[in-house]
């Protein structure tokens, strides 16, 4: 969670002087020692380090006396006698004025030769002769306060410094480091210098002797929080504490200024709240933090941010507060949210992410295996961190650009609440894959289907195509994917207004796409009975019925299982009702009406449509099965009452006419009779007695038989003759004693 420093920026310290300068030939030990021990001492109160070199020569080489001709037969003896009159020693490039004195006599200087990072001085003093020592002592200092050129510090909560053995030509030497008590020191390069003593508040790092001097160097951090100076403020609802380094007021107030005006902006572009509580932000040297510019630590909320800051980066390292590994698992997210956060910084402090360019490692691009700097990072290690920056950041932009500020806002409010990014009927639940810290695929999904769906974007590949050429995802997982997609929001459309059940939206999820295609076969298959019951019965909608409430409670492959067999059952009786109400819609034929006197098919039908739309199938059947049955046997159920109404009517007829006949035979008896024929029977006195009567027989034949009667219907007897017939009419005139 750093930001990564921009070319130049970075100040230089001297690491490893002493190689710049090859050393002179060494001389023989016999002739000449010569030893250096520097001291570098920290000097909180000037903000600069002290520096004191001693260098001692010590000369070996005793005179030499040889016989020489010096006049024409005579001979001199000439004593020569050997003397080192020089040294030379390096010192840092920020040095300041070198002050050089020595035991005995002025010592004078000049330069030999400057490089980037130093310079070597040639050093004349009084001359040592055999069997004697001059010691040199030479001094200077190197500005350390804020801002000063070169990175070296030295104030009362920071110091960073490097140091070397300084004499080019020593044999041997030693190099102290003297920090106040209180710091923490870390040698963060080079050898590291062993605590040597700790008094009169100082405490002492020592090399010991080292055999080559011009070779040593080390460089060291020393911190001490009880050094900062501290600054409340609360910006928004957040309350921030700046720490910031005595010596450095104008950092402090920087920061302040951006931390009011950028917390704002950051909330409303991210939609998100500061966490509350206090969040530190502390001030760190340059070299501090390995070539970054800021860093955040989630776990003690604080950010360390340069002294060579700028408003972006505070913007930065604020976003820090949300955009880290408690809230995404990569370093690229991380770094890609909190780049396209420094827009907030406002025109001058931002630029726009643009395309990085070809990746500068070897192989494919790679987002994933992040690059981090320290001191011993290589130019290439380099320009692949700088290139994960602006590819990240880059990404993160093209992404937030397409789907809008509004559906940013959304993208990352889930992302907080770890939610799963295909939403359902009911409150959005917790993702299958975790989170937060959320992963590059539940990303991936939320920028989808919370952030490119409700922006309009038709393309449903077009995020992952943008991150699928930076080794975030295999194409074998976005080509699965992509087909899975494809089908969901298919199936999605065809559902209509019927939300997916978790039991697809769990494995979509998880980028389980063998399940999920498994599950939307059978939510393909419940979706088209849906449509063929609401086909077959024109005026049924399952919407709102328990139908729709399974379908969108299903989360497992078993419910959907259940709820398919259940339409299934619902779709057979939605076509046998609408085979009843095609059946009961139709014209009719006398007999059908006959038949269906007394029946109530319409009454089914509805009883019939209400239980398809409680889903209660069996009685739905049942009742469509009434009706059908009813409209089916009226016709024969006609025949059956029209042939019994007929049979009656005969019967009725034959009763009538044999009731008719007899009257009429026997007013037919009391007529004369024709000639040939028997004479009256009955006497004209004789009285009528009905006990001795006794009709004539009946012709043979008459009256008619009535037809049968269905074998399975008894009509009701006819009514039996009366037991005493009444008396015959005598017509006038023909009795015995009828007057003439």
Known sequence: MRRRLAIGLVPVLLAGMAT????????????VVETGSTTYVVNTAKAEIDVTIHVSIKNNKPPTTTTVTCFVHYTCRETIAYYWNSTTVQVEAQAGALKATSNAGKVSQ?????????????L?????????????????TIPAAPASPGGYRAGKAYADLCVNGNSVLADSGSVDVVVPDGFNVDFT??????????????QTFGSGTVSEPAAFWACLEATDPAGLTSTSLT?????????????????????????????????DLTGLQMPGGTIAIDEAGGSQLADYAGSYAPDTETATVTENTDQATVAHELSHIWFNAKLFTATWMDEGFAGYSEKVAGTGNYKVCGAPGAYPGSGSADLTTWSFLDRNSSTLDQSITAWQYAASCYLVTQLADAIGPANFKAVLEAASKGEIAYVGASAPEASPLGGPPISPKALLDLIDERGMLPAGVTDLDRAQSLLGGYGIFTPDELAARSIARANYHKLESAAGSWKMPLAVRNPMAAWDFPTAQTAMDAVNQILQLRDQIQKSVPGVNLDGTSIQTQFQAASTEADLDALLTLTKKEADAAAKLGQAKQLNGGSRSIFQTIGLLGTDPAASIAQATTAIKNVKPDDASASAQQAIDDINGSAGQGMLRVGIVAGLLLALLAVVLFVWWRRRRRAGAAVAPLAGAAAWPYSPAAAYDPATFAPPAEPQGWPPAPPAPPVDWAPAPPPAPPAVLPPAVVPPGEGNDSPH
Do not use: C, M
Not at 20 to 31: K, R
């Open 20 to 31: 710049l300068a090859a050393p002179l030939p060494a001389l023989a030990a016999a002739e």
């Open 235 to 267: 910006a928004g609802d957040q309350g921030f504490k700046i720490q910031a380094w005595p010596e450095d007021p104008a950092w402090a107030s920087a920061v302040t200024a951006d931390v009011q005006g950028d917390v704002q902006k950051l909330e």
């Open 189 to 202: 390069a080079g050898t590291p210098l062993s605590k040597a003593g700790d008094a009169n508040g100082l």
């Open 110 to 122: 000049h330069v030999a030769s400057t490089k980037a990072d130093s310079r070597q001085i040639t």
């Open 124 to 140: 004349t003093y009084p001359p040592v002769y055999y069997k004697q020592t001059r010691v040199l002592t030479l001094s200077y």
